[in-house]
């Protein structure tokens, strides 16, 4: 029994960084087994938002084990992610664990994978998870036409996402950082 299916989506703009998830768990291909799941949440002490795909069980190990590193490296995101990304690609346990995350604080945006990947976007805009592709698209477009807050480009972006891809649904949920609260 697979459960899947999802889109998180991070954007940052002059005013900081809004992360957002559908609410959406898929069984198999063809189920919609859940409508309001929450995927975007907050962690170490409300500074860091973080979004997950793939299997819950194992995101919520790596969110547990991401806030420890946090603690232990004062905040800093980056280096938090480094190590976190080094564990999960060397270590036997969590090497099987099967999701992706996105990472955010006002100031950066950064992909986590078990491969060891810790990926900075350029542009500050970053997608995973079934519909990502669709809402880095749109938001993309978003962002380079308009002169919209960074939430309302991550909420736009993520209804059209949930036009095109069938594992997303428009049940969206999104925090938000500002860069002068940071």
């Known amino acids: ?20 998830g559908d609410g959406q768990v898929t069984l ?22 973080v979004g997950f795909a793939g299997a819950t069980a194992d995101a919520f190990t790596l969110f547990e084990r991401f806030e420890k ?31 992706m995350i996105l990472a955010a604080d006002a100031e950066t945006i950064l992909l986590i994978t078990g491969t060891g990947d810790v990926i900075e976007p350029d542009d500050g805009l970053a997608a995973i998870g079934s519909g990502g592709t669709y809402a880095l698209a ?4 978003l962002s380079r036409h308009t002169a919209m807050p960074s939430k309302d480009i991550a909420l736009a972006a993520m209804k059209i996402a949930a036009e095109l891809c069938v594992f997303t649904n428009e049940n969206i949920h999104i925090e938000t950082r500002s860069k002068e609260t940071a």
């Open 1 to 20: 029994m697979e459960i899947h299916g999802t889109t998180i989506l991070a954007v940052r703009g002059k005013d900081g960084t809004a992360m957002a």
């Open 28 to 49: 198999g291909q063809s189920v919609a087994m859940k409508h309001t799941a929450r995927k975007v949440r907050t962690i170490y002490k409300d500074r860091v938002m």
């Open 69 to 99: 590193k946090l603690e232990s490296h004062s905040g800093n995101l980056t280096r938090a992610a480094v190590e976190l990304a080094k564990d999960w690609r060397t270590d036997k346990y969590l090497r099987r664990l099967e999701a």
């Open 138 to 141: 749109a938001a993309r477009a």
